[in-house]
């Protein structure tokens, strides 16, 4: 479990209009250390210039240097167009320091239109970070993106390269070298072409996709790290770009430790959004200062960027040995089933709500009769997984037209998924209210916790929180008031919303604002739609809020997000996998399978108690300390 945290002033790295060589973008940054400071070598785009007889916006690499790893200064060219192997262009550079001099790797246009023939990797070698004596084309083929191993391994020179990128599907793709002149030797390479399938490494998770190499490889105590570019549904003319990391064995670097199950940075923010090419985030540089991790990247190739993530929390993330949910399941699951002889609750009991008072744990659960109308039936705990009690009956069935079945005699309607809360003496009920007919709403509903408690179930007339004629789902309240306002959350589309009102009831006020704070993130586990879980739960830090995320394949899993302590609107923190997923049979089969999807917690001193419904079939109980996740989103 870790998250990743970009830079608070991105984009770092901006277009510079006052210079024309770099007025159009400035991207795909590298970062070198030196004693005075920060040395950056980045793609620069011209203005649309003529250069034999092409109108065309020309690449160079640009130098700059920063004091405070924030601020850009001395920004010049450095490397352009000069040779007949880049005459179009000089792009994406990768550099280095290996064995006493600096290598500045970067992709070669050498001719027009561009084609995959004439695109291929040279080299810029120097004895100075600013000074580059000598330029090699490297590969006689199309390639991109090389950088090189810092050290030998085995006495061998190692680079590691993006093969093919221009005849997809691309590879990664090692050389090794006896001498670093190899690297522009024709001969060497049509050796290398001749075993080139021994020296490929395929990370691919689908033959659509497409990857490409970071930044240069880093050194740890667990293997090489290579952070990199995984390009899904490369073909699909809708790409989905996102970060991803291997980790490679020490000595014999071509074997694959580990990586990560999914991507951990994909584009999410405006700039990232809209740009030149939309929707991209490369990785093109990496740093590490401690424990942190710093990856460089194009943010939709306009301008770069940085990243940060815990060097420790990542390297566990591509062990599938320590890759393990945090959540943990109570043993004794299911905690509830459909019982015989209930026809109300025939067909299935899940997705709980929850609250705790005078030390005993209620849950509210949905449940589905024999004809598929949802009621909410209750059961309680004391010790937070054996039940003391469950009642007969359910505390709150279909009362009203919009939640009344409408449809076929077996369809689905009724109230659904509910979330309760306590506010002061009063218990707030939010559920999803369906007839079969007209899109889902949430509605809202209130009893005296002197009545629940007493079993005494006289629920005021529910009220629809909902826009008209808007699906709606998944909705929860702050369980306090922030400067006289109530903040819902709720599900518009496949977002989780937020409102804030002077009303809780909703009687004279409905959510019509509905602030985006959470949304899909294309390419990850919670790519299709996200929902909240249950109440957030307020910390020193910030408001714990778990969350269901959905991926294209139709799987529910649980993430977590810690927002503002003083407005929940601002999300500080996201995990970036899944804290909980489906794994056991009652989680993986049932009415809807492979679903994990939580509607309720509870805090008891440091451990959290998470309950939720499995394949929409059953109720299960999941534990993870406070201690763990504010770690994890700090």
């Given at each position: 479990?870790?998250?990743?945290?970009?830079?608070?002033?991105?984009?770092?790295?901006?277009?510079?209009?006052?210079?024309p060589?770099?007025?159009?973008?400035?991207?795909?940054?590298?970062?070198?250390?030196?004693?005075?400071?920060?040395?950056?070598?980045?793609?620069?785009?011209?203005?649309?210039?003529?250069?034999?007889?092409v109108?065309?916006?020309?690449?160079?690499?640009?130098?700059?240097?920063?004091?405070?790893?924030?601020?850009?200064?001395?920004?010049?060219?450095?490397?352009?167009?000069?040779?007949?192997?880049?005459?179009?262009?000089?792009?994406d550079?990768?550099?280095?320091?290996?064995?006493?001099?600096?290598?500045?790797?970067?992709?070669?246009l050498?001719?027009?239109?561009?084609?995959?023939?004439?695109?291929?990797?040279?080299?810029?070698?120097?004895?100075?970070?600013?000074?580059?004596?000598?330029?090699?084309?490297?590969?006689?083929?199309?390639?991109?993106?090389?950088?090189?191993?810092?050290?030998?391994?085995?006495?061998?020179?190692?680079?590691?390269?993006?093969?093919?990128?221009?005849?997809?599907?691309?590879?990664?793709?090692?050389?090794?070298?006896?001498?670093?002149?190899?690297?522009?030797?024709?001969?060497?390479?049509?050796?290398?072409?001749?075993?080139?399938?021994?020296?490929?490494?395929?990370?691919?998770?689908?033959n659509?996709?497409?990857i490409?190499?970071g930044?240069?490889?880093?050194?740890?105590?667990?293997?090489?790290?290579?952070?990199?570019?995984?390009?899904?549904?490369?073909?699909?003319?809708?790409?989905?770009l996102?970060?991803?990391?291997?980790?490679?064995?020490?000595?014999?670097?071509?074997?694959?430790?580990?990586?990560?199950?999914?991507?951990?940075?994909?584009?999410?923010?405006?700039?990232?959004?809209?740009?030149?090419?939309?929707?991209?985030?490369?990785?093109?540089?990496?740093?590490?200062?401690?424990?942190?991790?710093?990856?460089y990247y194009?943010?939709?190739?306009?301008?770069?960027?940085?990243?940060?993530?815990?060097?420790?929390?990542?390297?566990?993330?591509l062990?599938?040995?320590?890759?393990?949910?945090?959540?943990?399941?109570?043993?004794?699951?299911?905690?509830?089933?459909?019982?015989?002889?209930?026809?109300?609750?025939?067909?299935?009991?899940?997705?709980?709500?929850?609250?705790?008072?005078?030390?005993?744990?209620?849950?509210?659960?949905?449940?589905?009769?024999?004809?598929?109308?949802?009621?909410?039936?209750?059961?309680?705990?004391?010790?937070?997984?054996t039940?003391?009690?469950?009642?007969?009956?359910?505390?709150?069935?279909?009362?009203?037209?919009?939640?009344?079945?409408?449809?076929?005699?077996?369809?689905?309607?009724?109230?659904?998924?509910?979330?309760?809360?306590?506010?002061?003496?009063?218990?707030?009920?939010?559920?999803?209210?369906?007839?079969?007919?007209?899109?889902?709403?949430?509605?809202?509903t209130t009893?005296?916790?002197?009545?629940?408690?007493?079993?005494?179930?006289?629920?005021?007339?529910?009220?629809?929180?909902?826009?008209?004629?808007?699906?709606?789902?998944?909705?929860?309240?702050?369980?306090?008031?922030?400067?006289?306002?109530?903040?819902?959350?709720?599900?518009?589309?496949?977002?989780?919303?937020?409102?804030?009102?002077?009303?809780?009831?909703?009687?004279?006020?409905?959510?019509?604002?509905?602030?985006?704070?959470?949304?899909?993130?294309?390419?990850?586990?919670?790519?299709?739609?996200?929902?909240?879980?249950?109440?957030?739960?307020?910390?020193d830090?910030?408001?714990?809020?778990?969350?269901?995320?959905?991926?294209k394949?139709?799987?529910?899993?649980?993430?977590?997000?810690?927002?503002?302590?003083?407005?929940?609107?601002?999300?500080?923190?996201?995990?970036?996998?899944?804290?909980?997923?489906?794994?056991?049979?009652?989680?993986?089969?049932?009415?809807?399978?492979?679903v994990?999807?939580?509607?309720?917690?509870?805090?008891?001193?440091?451990?959290?108690?998470?309950?939720?419904?499995?394949?929409?079939?059953?109720?299960?109980?999941?534990?993870?300390?406070?201690?763990e996740?504010?770690?994890?989103?700090?």
């Open positions: 479990m870790f998250i990743v945290k970009r830079e608070e002033h991105n984009p770092i790295l901006r277009p510079n209009t006052q210079h060589w770099e007025a159009l973008a400035a991207f795909s940054w590298s970062v070198f250390h030196a004693s005075d400071g920060d040395h950056y070598y980045y793609r620069a785009m011209s203005e649309p210039e003529q250069i034999v007889g109108h065309t916006s020309i690449s160079v690499i640009g130098h700059a240097t920063s004091r405070d790893g924030l601020h850009i200064e001395n920004r010049e060219p450095i490397l352009s167009p000069s040779m007949p192997f880049d005459t179009y262009g000089c792009e550079p990768r550099v280095a320091f290996f064995e006493g001099k600096y290598y500045l790797f970067y992709t070669a050498g001719g027009y239109p561009f084609a995959a023939d004439n695109i291929k990797i040279a080299v810029a070698v120097g004895d100075t970070p600013t000074a580059f004596s000598e330029r090699h084309l490297v590969t006689p083929f199309n390639a991109k993106a090389m950088t090189i191993f810092p050290e030998r391994i085995n006495g061998k020179i190692i680079v590691i390269f993006s093969y093919n990128t221009d005849k997809p599907p691309a590879c990664i793709a090692f050389a090794e070298l006896d001498s670093i002149e190899d690297l522009w030797n024709p001969a060497y390479w049509t050796e290398w072409l001749e075993n080139k399938d021994s020296y490929i490494l395929d990370l691919r998770r689908f659509t996709d497409q490409e190499v930044g240069q490889p880093i050194k740890t105590a667990d293997g090489w790290l290579v952070v990199y570019a995984h390009i899904q549904d490369y073909f699909s003319g809708k790409p989905v996102g970060v991803e990391a291997v980790l490679l064995d020490l000595e014999q670097p071509r074997k694959i430790l580990g990586k990560t199950p999914g991507p951990f940075l994909v584009p999410e923010e405006v700039y990232e959004r809209y740009g030149l090419v939309p929707n991209v985030v490369f990785p093109t540089g990496v740093d590490v200062q401690g424990d942190d991790l710093a990856v194009s943010a939709a190739d306009t301008t770069g960027c940085r990243a940060h993530v815990s060097l420790s929390s990542l390297i566990r993330s062990n599938p040995e320590t890759r393990t949910s945090s959540m943990k399941r109570y043993i004794g699951n299911p905690i509830l089933k459909a019982r015989e002889g209930h026809a109300w609750e025939a067909n299935g009991v899940f997705n709980p709500a929850s609250v705790e008072i005078d030390g005993k744990i209620y849950i509210v659960y949905r449940a589905m009769s024999d004809v598929n109308t949802s009621t909410m039936g209750l059961a309680i705990t004391t010790d937070g997984v039940l003391d009690e469950r009642l007969p009956l359910p505390i709150y069935t279909p009362r009203e037209g919009f939640e009344q079945k409408l449809s076929s005699p077996t369809g689905n309607s009724g109230c659904e998924d509910p979330r309760v809360v306590q506010i002061g003496e009063t218990i707030y009920m939010t559920y999803t209210a369906y007839n079969g007919v007209q899109p889902p709403k949430v509605a809202m009893i005296s916790v002197a009545d629940f408690v007493a079993k005494n179930f006289t629920w005021t007339k529910p009220q629809i929180v909902s826009p008209e004629g808007i699906d709606d789902k998944d909705a929860c309240l702050l369980p306090e008031a922030i400067n006289g306002q109530y903040y819902i959350f709720h599900r518009i589309g496949n977002h989780v919303c937020i409102d804030y009102v002077t009303d809780p009831t909703f009687t004279t006020q409905k959510a019509i604002r509905c602030i985006q704070i959470v949304s899909p993130r294309p390419g990850m586990w919670d790519s299709a739609k996200v929902g909240i879980a249950g109440q957030p739960i307020k910390t830090r910030g408001w714990i809020m778990f969350y269901h995320g959905v991926s394949t139709s799987t529910y899993r649980v993430g977590a997000v810690l927002l503002d302590l003083h407005d929940p609107t601002i999300v500080l923190a996201r995990t970036i996998g899944p804290i909980f997923e489906p794994h056991e049979k009652y989680e993986k089969e049932g009415v809807v399978s492979k994990v999807f939580p509607c309720g917690e509870v805090l008891r001193g440091d451990t959290v108690y998470v309950y939720y419904g499995g394949a929409d079939k059953v109720v299960g109980v999941a534990t993870i300390t406070l201690t996740l504010l770690d994890a989103l700090s």
